[in-house]
């Protein structure tokens, strides 16, 4: 059984960065892609930013140049570092990660960008 933890949410004021971090536990042999996915208050979950095993990354618009992607595959973790916040990206932020052909997601992580 895998699970993913996500941790780092909080509320931050616009402007600010955050960094969050998904760690996978279980039996692991090795992930595929692994990514992060948001979804707002009435709004559908949308990608954010996704790394695959080899290190190469893809970003959406909303966050490319601001958020960063990394993963450490020993730690079997990823995290997204976000920088210059603002209150669209007022969010849960959920962690996903691929395993052959399962797909698993963490429970998520509220962020809530605020002054």
């Known amino acids: 059984q895998v699970q993913l933890v996500e941790s780092g949410g909080g509320l931050v004021q616009p402007g600010g960065s955050l960094r969050l971090s998904c760690a996978a536990s279980g039996t692991i042999f090795g992930f595929g892609a692994m990514g992060w996915y948001r979804q707002a208050p009435g709004k559908q979950r949308e990608l954010v930013a996704r790394i695959f095993r080899g290190g190469s990354t893809n970003y959406a618009d909303s966050g490319r140049g601001r958020f960063t992607i990394s993963r450490d595959n020993a730690k079997n973790t990823v995290y997204l570092q976000m920088t210059i916040l603002k209150p669209d990206d007022t969010a849960v932020y959920y962690c996903?990660?691929?395993?052959?052909?399962?797909?698993?997601w963490g429970k998520g992580t509220l962020v809530t960008v605020s002054s």
């Open positions: 996903n990660a691929e395993l052959g052909i399962m797909v698993y």
